[in-house]
C-alpha cells in the first residue's frame, strides 16, 4: 500500500475561484469601459480637429453665449422655457426649450453624444446626433467638449423612446437636440464630483464587498464645497422639507390668530443667562448676540400683540462639538397669553406638530424618498394625540431598566435616548412631551410650580427620536420675581431693566416655546448631524463658507 492511500484525505477547499474570477471581470469590463469612451473622444478630437466653427454654416445653432448676451440685454418671455419636471410622453413632437447643468457626457463616435441635464432635480437625456442641415460634427465635438456642472440652453424636439432611461428621473421621454448653448461653463476638474457625494455608505460598502472602491466623500470636504454638495439629491431634498417645515409652521400659527413679529438680534444683555453668549462692542457699549427671541417676545405680548411668533437666527456661543449643536441655527419661537395652565401651551405644541409631520408626508414624498436613498432611515412614529408625562415619570422609568438620574439633574444624552426608546416600546411613540421640569435646570424667566416652587417648574421639553427638541414653559410675569430669578442666575439684572420694566405695567400671564429648524428637520429624517440640515453650518471650528 503505498504512502499516499494510508494518509487521511483533507477536506475539500471552498472553491473560491469563481466569485475572484467574477470580481476581475467586473473589474476589467469597467476598466475596458472607461479606454473605450477616452478613446472615442480622442478619435472624435482627431476626426474634427481639422473642422473649425468658421467652416461650420451651422454654426449660430451652437457655442459659448457672449457675455453680452447674459448682461440683460433683451427681455425674454420666461414662459418659453419648460422645465425639465413638466416634460413628459403627451408632449411628443413638440419643440422646448430647457436650461439646466450638465449632469453626464457620452459621445458615441464622431456624430453621436448623449447629455444628461439637471435642473432643480429632475433630469432628462438629450442627443446630440449629426443631421443635415441641423446638427454638424462640429456641434456634436462641442457637446462633449463640454465639462460635467456646466449650465446650457438646449432647444429641441421631444421624442419616446422605446425602453426607458433609467439614467434620468424623465425616464420615457428624449430631447432631439437642435440647437446647444453654454450659459456657464464650470471648471473641467471639480473640487468634488456630484456622483460620489451623493453616493449612500451601504453603495460604498457594498462595493468594497464586490472589490470596487467608491470615493468616499467625508463631512469636512463637504461642507468646504458646499455648492457642489448642496446639488445632491438628498441635499436638493433636505432643503425643500427645511421649507416646508417653515411654511407649515408659519400658515398653522397664523391660522391660529399669531402675529409674526422680528425682534433685534443685537441686544444689551444676556438673554438666557449663562456664559453661552457671544459679546461685541456696540458703539462703546457692551452687547451681546441674542441667545433666543425671548425678552423681545415676551415685551411684545405686554405690549398687547396676544399671540406672536418668530423665524430667525439664534446665536450661541457655547464649545459644544456633538451632532447636534451649531453655534447659529434657525429658531422657531412663539409666545401667548394663557387664561390658566401651561398645558394651554402644550396644545398648541401638540396640534401644531401633528400638522407639520402630516404636511411633510403628504408634500415632501420625493425628497423625503431622495434623502432616505442616501441616507435611509424610518418613517416617524406619532401619535393623533401627544404622549405627556412627568418629568418624574420619565425619570422613573429610566430607574426601572437601572438607569439613576441625579436628583432635580437634567438627562444627559444618554439618558434622553433611552428614555426614547422606552417610550416607543411602551407607547408607540417617538414624538412626546415630558413636563414638570426641575427648576435649576430651566431659564430664570420660567415659572415655579405652585406646589413645590422651590424645586419644580410649570416647563415642559418635547422629544424626537430619543432627542429634545423643544423647551418652553409658563413665563414669570411678576417683576419683583424676575429680578430675584436673573441675580440667582449670575445676570446683571441692570443690562435686562428694559425686559423687567415691561412688566411694571400690567404683564398678561403667557408661556412659550422655541424649536430649532434644523433639528426638527435632522431628526425627522432621522439623520446624524445637524451640519447635514445646516445650510451653510457654523460651529466652534467653522465660519466659513
Same mark, same amino acid.
Given at each position: 500500500?503505498?504512502?499516499?492511500?494510508?494518509?487521511? /484525505?483533507?477536506?475539500?477547499?471552498?472553491?473560491?475561484?469563481?466569485?475572484?474570477?467574477? &470580481?476581475?471581470?467586473?473589474?476589467?469590463?469597467?476598466?475596458?469601459?472607461?479606454?473605450?469612451?477616452?478613446?472615442?473622444?480622442?478619435?472624435?478630437?482627431?476626426?474634427?480637429?481639422?473642422?473649425?466653427?468658421?467652416?461650420?454654416?451651422?454654426?449660430?445653432?451652437?457655442?459659448?453665449?457672449?457675455?453680452?448676451?447674459?448682461?440683460?440685454?433683451?427681455?425674454?418671455?420666461?414662459?418659453?422655457?419648460?422645465?425639465?419636471?413638466?416634460?413628459?410622453?403627451?408632449?411628443?413632437?413638440?419643440?422646448?426649450?430647457?436650461?439646466?447643468?450638465?449632469?453626464?457626457?457620452?459621445?458615441?463616435?464622431?456624430?453621436?453624444?448623449?447629455?444628461?441635464?439637471?435642473?432643480?432635480?429632475?433630469?432628462?437625456?438629450?442627443?446630440? /446626433?449629426?443631421?443635415?442641415?441641423?446638427?454638424?460634427?462640429?456641434?456634436? &465635438?462641442?457637446?462633449?467638449?463640454?465639462?460635467?456642472?456646466?449650465?446650457?440652453?438646449?432647444?429641441?424636439?421631444?421624442?419616446?423612446?422605446?425602453?426607458?432611461?433609467?439614467?434620468?428621473?424623465?425616464?420615457?421621454?428624449?430631447? /432631439?437636440?437642435?440647437?446647444?448653448?453654454?450659459?456657464?461653463?464650470?471648471?473641467?476638474?471639480l473640487p468634488i464630483n456630484i456622483e460620489d457625494a451623493a453616493r449612500s455608505e451601504v453603495e460604498i460598502e457594498k462595493?468594497?464587498?464586490?472589490?470596487?472602491?467608491?470615493?468616499?466623500?467625508?463631512?469636512?470636504?463637504?461642507?468646504?464645497?458646499?455648492?457642489?454638495?448642496?446639488?445632491?439629491?438628498?441635499?436638493?431634498?433636505?432643503?425643500?422639507? /427645511?421649507?416646508?417645515?417653515?411654511?407649515?409652521?408659519?400658515?398653522?400659527?397664523?391660522?391660529?390668530?399669531?402675529?409674526?413679529?422680528?425682534?433685534?438680534?443685537?441686544?444689551?444683555?444676556?438673554?438666557?443667562?449663562?456664559?453661552?453668549?457671544?459679546?461685541?462692542?456696540?458703539?462703546?457699549?457692551?452687547?451681546?448676540?441674542?441667545?433666543?427671541?425671548?425678552?423681545?417676545?415676551?415685551?411684545?405680548?405686554?405690549?398687547?400683540?396676544?399671540?406672536?411668533?418668530?423665524?430667525?437666527?439664534?446665536?450661541?456661543?457655547?464649545?459644544?462639538?456633538?451632532?447636534?449643536?451649531?453655534?447659529?441655527?434657525?429658531?422657531?419661537?412663539?409666545?401667548?397669553?394663557?387664561?390658566?395652565?401651561?398645558?394651554?401651551?402644550?396644545?398648541?405644541?401638540?396640534?401644531l406638530f401633528v400638522t407639520l409631520f402630516d404636511s411633510l408626508n403628504q408634500n415632501c414624498q420625493k425628497e423625503l424618498?431622495?434623502?432616505?436613498?442616501q441616507y435611509p432611515f424610518e418613517p416617524l412614529k406619532y401619535l393623533r394625540q401627544t404622549l405627556r408625562l412627568t418629568?418624574?415619570?420619565?425619570?422613573?422609568?429610566?430607574?426601572?431598566?437601572?438607569?439613576?438620574?441625579?436628583?432635580?439633574?437634567?438627562?444627559?444624552?444618554?439618558?434622553?435616548?433611552?428614555?426614547?426608546?422606552?417610550?416607543?416600546?411602551?407607547?408607540?411613540?417617538?414624538?412626546?412631551?415630558?413636563?414638570?421640569?426641575?427648576?435649576?435646570?430651566? !431659564?430664570?424667566?420660567?415659572?415655579?410650580?405652585?406646589?413645590?416652587?422651590?424645586?419644580?417648574?410649570?416647563?415642559?421639553?418635547?422629544?424626537?427620536?430619543?432627542?429634545?427638541?423643544?423647551?418652553?414653559?409658563?413665563?414669570?410675569?411678576?417683576?419683583?420675581?424676575?429680578? &430675584?430669578?436673573?441675580?440667582?442666575?449670575?445676570?446683571?439684572?441692570?443690562?435686562?431693566?428694559?425686559?423687567?420694566?415691561?412688566?411694571?405695567?400690567?404683564?398678561?400671564?403667557?408661556?412659550?416655546?422655541?424649536?430649532?429648524?434644523?433639528?426638527?428637520?435632522?431628526?425627522?429624517?432621522?439623520?446624524?448631524?445637524?451640519? &447635514?440640515?445646516?445650510?451653510?453650518?457654523?460651529?466652534?471650528?467653522?465660519?466659513? !463658507?
Amino acid at each position: 500500500m503505498s504512502s499516499s492511500e494510508t494518509q487521511e /484525505q483533507a477536506p475539500p477547499q471552498p472553491d473560491n475561484s469563481a466569485a475572484i474570477s467574477k &470580481k476581475a471581470a467586473k473589474k476589467e469590463a469597467a476598466k475596458q469601459e472607461k479606454l473605450r469612451r477616452k478613446q472615442e473622444l480622442a478619435a472624435l478630437s482627431a476626426t474634427t480637429s481639422n473642422l473649425s466653427v468658421d467652416d461650420d454654416p451651422l454654426a449660430s445653432n451652437y457655442g459659448d453665449i457672449p457675455l453680452v448676451e447674459l448682461q440683460s440685454k433683451t427681455p425674454v418671455d420666461v414662459n418659453n422655457w419648460s422645465r425639465i419636471e413638466t416634460l413628459e410622453p403627451s408632449l411628443k413632437g413638440h419643440q422646448v426649450l430647457i436650461r439646466g447643468r450638465v449632469q453626464t457626457i457620452r459621445p458615441v463616435g464622431k456624430k453621436m453624444a448623449f447629455l444628461v441635464i439637471r435642473e432643480n432635480g429632475y433630469t432628462v437625456q438629450c442627443l446630440v /446626433q449629426v443631421q443635415p442641415d441641423i446638427v454638424s460634427i462640429q456641434m456634436v &465635438k462641442f457637446a462633449a467638449s463640454l465639462s460635467r456642472e456646466s449650465i446650457i440652453d438646449v432647444e429641441g424636439e421631444i421624442s419616446v423612446p422605446d425602453s426607458a432611461i433609467k439614467a434620468a428621473t424623465q425616464q420615457h421621454v428624449e430631447v /432631439q437636440v437642435r440647437k446647444l448653448y453654454c450659459v456657464s461653463r464650470a471648471v473641467p476638474n471639480l473640487p468634488i464630483n456630484i456622483e460620489d457625494a451623493a453616493r449612500s455608505e451601504v453603495e460604498i460598502e457594498k462595493a468594497l464587498q464586490e472589490g470596487e472602491q467608491f470615493v468616499r466623500v467625508n463631512q469636512d470636504t463637504r461642507l468646504n464645497f458646499r455648492v457642489l454638495d448642496l446639488r445632491t439629491p438628498a441635499n436638493q431634498g433636505i432643503f425643500r422639507i /427645511q421649507s416646508q417645515v417653515g411654511n407649515a409652521f408659519r400658515q398653522f400659527l397664523l391660522s391660529e390668530g399669531f402675529v409674526e413679529i422680528h425682534t433685534p438680534k443685537l441686544i444689551a444683555g444676556s438673554s438666557e443667562g449663562g456664559a453661552a453668549v457671544f459679546r461685541l462692542d456696540y458703539k462703546g457699549q457692551p452687547a451681546c448676540l441674542a441667545q433666543s427671541p425671548q425678552l423681545h417676545k415676551q415685551m411684545s405680548l405686554c405690549g398687547d400683540l396676544g399671540r406672536v411668533f418668530e423665524i430667525g437666527p439664534v446665536f450661541r456661543a457655547e464649545d459644544s462639538y456633538t451632532h447636534r449643536h451649531l453655534c447659529e441655527f434657525t429658531g422657531l419661537d412663539i409666545e401667548m397669553e394663557i387664561k390658566k395652565h401651561y398645558f394651554e401651551v402644550m396644545d398648541i405644541v401638540d396640534r401644531l406638530f401633528v400638522t407639520l409631520f402630516d404636511s411633510l408626508n403628504q408634500n415632501c414624498q420625493k425628497e423625503l424618498e431622495a434623502v432616505r436613498k442616501q441616507y435611509p432611515f424610518e418613517p416617524l412614529k406619532y401619535l393623533r394625540q401627544t404622549l405627556r408625562l412627568t418629568y418624574e415619570e420619565g425619570v422613573q422609568m429610566l430607574k426601572e431598566v437601572g438607569i439613576e438620574i441625579e436628583p432635580f439633574g437634567d438627562l444627559n444624552t444618554e439618558a434622553e435616548r433611552k428614555l426614547g426608546q422606552l417610550v416607543a416600546e411602551k407607547y408607540g411613540t417617538e414624538f412626546y412631551i415630558l413636563y414638570r421640569y426641575p427648576l435649576a435646570i430651566r !431659564p430664570f424667566y420660567t415659572m415655579p410650580c405652585y406646589d413645590n416652587p422651590e424645586e419644580y417648574s410649570n416647563s415642559f421639553d418635547v422629544f424626537i427620536r430619543g432627542e429634545e427638541i423643544i423647551s418652553g414653559a409658563q413665563r414669570v410675569h411678576k417683576p419683583d420675581l424676575l429680578e &430675584k430669578r436673573a441675580e440667582a442666575w449670575g445676570i446683571d439684572v441692570k443690562t435686562i431693566s428694559t425686559y423687567i420694566d415691561s412688566f411694571r405695567y400690567g404683564a398678561p400671564l403667557h408661556g412659550g416655546f422655541g424649536v430649532g429648524l434644523e433639528r426638527v428637520v435632522m431628526l425627522f429624517c432621522g439623520l446624524n448631524n445637524i451640519r &447635514k440640515t445646516s445650510l451653510f453650518p457654523r460651529d466652534p471650528l467653522r465660519l466659513a !463658507p
